[in-house]
């Protein structure tokens, strides 16, 4: 009963807080980016609540028990580094060229600088994966709440569903971005409570390396192998021989979207000002990181833990996902358990609204708006509706879901991020960026990360970002070298 009690009541709480911004809301900018006025501790934490979902908790916490601490270690590395990077070389020239031309989202801040054509390419990009993305978020709901409160799969996927649409369609980006706040640190407290606990548990952190190094794990090996790199991996990919390209190249998938994924580098479009993206600069990546380090490092330790509860670890190994619930159950007294369990479906939930909120703008702003002319409160009402309506959508394919949810992420990461990043940076840092060229490396990027993952993924088992984003630069180049300056052309 703590646990339910302690669920409800956060529920109930994010609902109130939709219905509060809701009565704040004035327009369309508040709708749509909080009227420009937010700060740092509300950027920083909105972006870092938005990228760390039930994906982070979940998959990224879990898939360390199949690969060890190399999943760990780059995973948090890339992190990191790209933390940084998006702070440093995309937030100040965006903040800058949104204001400019007065762009609410970041296809419309293609239109303007890349031409109509990329904004519409772009909306189609984000409507149809930004859905395929939210089917993992909405797994790995279904499976904590399955785990943690003993209740049916489908009924933790309904639940989640419910609350955060009627919250973000009530509110907006207002909404989304102080239930953010408070998921943040929840979510932030929640991870470093939990490896913290887990470590503790196993008598401090030198004895629990020793102990998981003299440990057996599957395939007969022993503990030393999960510190080993390029040595675990799921059995076909250690068939094969491709460990190190498989680790490589999805902890880089998942990680490099930080730079292009819309739904994270808008909210450099909703801070106040400058100061704002400098000080961010700072505090996010040092949030970011801590998370990383405390909830990357726990699944390894699973072979600690879980069979001290139970013979059979082969529903773990088939899906790691279930790994940080369990641990969690076990480790944690009811009532503690119950703050991590709202720690892990606020993760859920942050993401989802900043999901559901992109696509429902991209859909109304950049698609909708092409094909005839709205008023700002007929797109207001239309995006509201849409909220629901691609809320319900990634529910349906969640009931039965295409694989784990590391996979799911880092499908969506790949072709989200070889789409965007290299019309961004062109957009962000040309002078006068190829409008041809732009549009065309995104359909390159999006041909190509499908194509490969369909064709090839399951052959060299390297994720489709690579091999997308080489397409989109390459073709990128190509058409600049080809075709005409914007400036000839416009002429």
């Known amino acids: 009963m703590i646990i339910e009690g302690v669920l409800t009541a956060y529920l109930i709480a994010v609902v109130l807080i939709g219905i509060y911004e809701y009565r704040k809301t004035r327009g369309i900018l508040d709708y749509y980016l909080a009227g420009k006025k937010l700060g740092t501790l509300i950027v920083s934490f909105s972006f870092f609540a938005t ?43 965006m903040k800058r060229f949104a204001d400019k031309y007065g762009a609410l989202t970041i296809p419309e801040l293609f239109r303007n600088r890349l031409g109509v054509l990329s904004q519409i390419i772009a909306a189609v990009i984000i409507l149809i994966f930004f859905e395929l993305y939210m089917v993992s978020i909405y797994k790995g709901a279904g499976n904590l709440l399955q785990v943690m409160l003993s209740i049916d799969y489908t009924t933790g996927l309904i639940i989640t569903a419910i609350v955060v649409t009627l919250y973000t369609a009530i509110g907006g980006f207002r909404a989304v971005v102080m239930t953010d706040l408070i998921q943040g640190v929840i979510v932030l407290i929640g991870g470093v409570a939990l490896f913290a606990t887990l470590i503790y548990t196993l008598g401090g952190l030198n004895s629990a390396i020793e102990a998981l190094s003299n440990t057996q794990i599957f395939g007969g090996m022993d503990g030393k192998s999960l510190f080993e790199f390029g040595k675990l991996a799921p059995p076909p990919i250690m068939k094969a021989g491709m460990v190190i390209p498989f680790v490589l190249s999805l902890t880089f998938a998942i990680s490099v979207a930080q730079l292009a994924s819309p739904q994270l580098v808008v909210r450099f479009i909703a801070a106040r ?219």
């Open 51 to 93: 990228y760390f979902s039930t994906a982070a908790f979940l998959g990224g916490g879990g898939f360390g028990f199949i690969a060890g601490f190399q999943w760990s270690a780059f995973l948090t590395f890339f992190h990191i580094l790209f933390a940084i990077l998006a702070w440093m070389l995309i937030a100040p020239p």
């Open 273 to 491: 000002d400058e100061r704002v993206i400098a000080n961010g600069m700072i505090l996010t990546p040092l949030i970011i990181g801590i998370f990383a380090i405390c909830v990357f490092s726990i699944g390894p330790f699973g072979w600690l833990v879980i069979p001290k509860y139970t013979n059979d670890v082969m529903p773990f190994l088939k899906d790691a996902d279930l790994v940080v619930p369990f641990i969690a159950m076990k480790l944690f007294p009811v009532g503690i358990n119950a703050l991590l369990l709202t720690a892990i479906v606020a993760a859920a939930m942050s993401t989802i609204n900043s999901l559901v909120h992109v696509v429902a703008t991209a859909f109304v702003r950049d698609f909708l708006q092409n094909v005839k002319k709205l008023s700002d409160s007929t797109s207001l009402t239309l995006t509201r509706v849409a909220v629901f309506v691609f809320a319900l959508i990634p529910l349906i394919f969640a009931v039965k879901p295409m694989g784990l949810i590391v996979e799911i992420v880092g499908v969506s990461f790949s072709v989200i991020t070889a789409a965007f990043l290299v019309p961004l940076l062109a957009a962000l840092y040309s002078e006068k960026p190829n409008r041809t060229a732009a549009s065309a490396s995104m359909i390159a990027a999006v041909i190509t990360c499908v194509l490969w993952y369909v064709m090839y993924y399951r052959v060299y088992w390297i994720y489709p970002v690579v091999p997308g984003l080489l397409a989109s630069i390459v073709v990128y180049a190509a058409f600049s070298l080809a075709l005409p300056k914007p400036a000839e052309v416009e002429a």
